[in-house]
Antibody, heavy 122, light 106 residues
Framework: QVQLMESGGGVVQPGRSLRLSCAAS????????IHWVRQAPGKGLEWVAV????????QYANSVKGRFTISRDKSRGTVFLQMDRLRTQDTAVYYC???????????????WGQGALVTVSS | VLTQSPGTLSLSPGERATLSCRAS???????LAWYQQRPGQAPRLLLF???NRATGVPDRFSGSGSGTDFTLTISRLEPEDYAVYFC?????????FGPGTKVDIK
């Protein structure tokens, strides 16, 4: 079955960097776009970024554009979210989620990871 | 922008739940989804295209609406249905979620 597992969360000071990983299994990794969605403590959901199935297209929310970079490694079946110049308002649980359509985008998500907590605090 | 009402809905098991999602401007019903999130868990997709149930979703969950007003209905609440429900517009960018409606036990 489809499995997504985030790692790399932790506590980091404002202005520093952190890289999250999303290890995928149970499906053909190279045929699906992968998204990141975050949820601040006790708050709602915010879409963060997407990378296409082949890695050639990336798209970001305005709130993270220029600070976050999404990438993927086909050989490792893993998607990364490099987060630079972190702010306190980036504190959240970060979920990776698989897009629903092979070779395309739907931007809604049937398959999610369990989430990784990122805390930005001095 | 999506708004959801009520913020909290207190109902007894077996009752009918009606949750509202309102968009600040008209959206295509093809681009509206609903999720359920239980405490400590990732969201679960319930409906896409406003009314299409995702894999394995019981038929007590149904969706309707068009334009700016959409509704998620749970026909008879089961114990596992007490959770937070989010709507999502995915026809963007931006790809926005509503703030959520919490369904708790009366």
């Amino acid at each position: 079955q489809v499995q997504l597992m985030e790692s790399g969360g932790g506590v980091v000071q404002p202005g520093r960097s952190l890289r999250l990983s999303c290890a995928a299994s149970g499906f053909t990794f190279a045929t699906y776009a992968i998204h990141w969605v975050r949820q601040a403590p006790g708050k709602g959901l915010e879409w963060v970024a997407v990378i296409s199935y082949d890695g050639h297209f990336q798209q970001y929310a305005n709130s993270v554009k220029g600070r976050f970079t999404i990438s993927r490694d086909k050989s490792r079946g893993t998607v990364f979210l490099q987060m630079d110049r972190l702010r306190t308002q980036d504190t959240a649980v970060y979920y990776c989620a698989r897009d629903n359509y092979a070779y395309g985008f739907t931007y809604y998500f049937e398959h999610w990871g369990q989430g990784a907590l990122v805390t930005v605090s001095s | 922008v999506l708004t959801q009402s009520p913020g909290t809905l207190s109902l007894s098991p077996g009752e009918r739940a009606t949750l509202s999602c309102r968009a600040s401007q008209s959206v295509s019903s093809s681009d509206l989804a609903w999720y359920q999130q239980r405490p400590g868990q990732a969201p679960r997709l319930l409906l896409f295209g406003a009314s299409n149930r995702a894999t394995g979703v019981p038929d007590r969950f149904s969706g309707s609406g068009s334009g700016t007003d959409f509704t998620l209905t749970i026909s008879r609440l089961e114990p596992e249905d007490y959770a937070v429900y989010f709507c999502q517009h995915y026809g963007g960018p931006p790809f926005t979620f509503g703030p959520g409606t919490k369904v708790d036990i009366k």
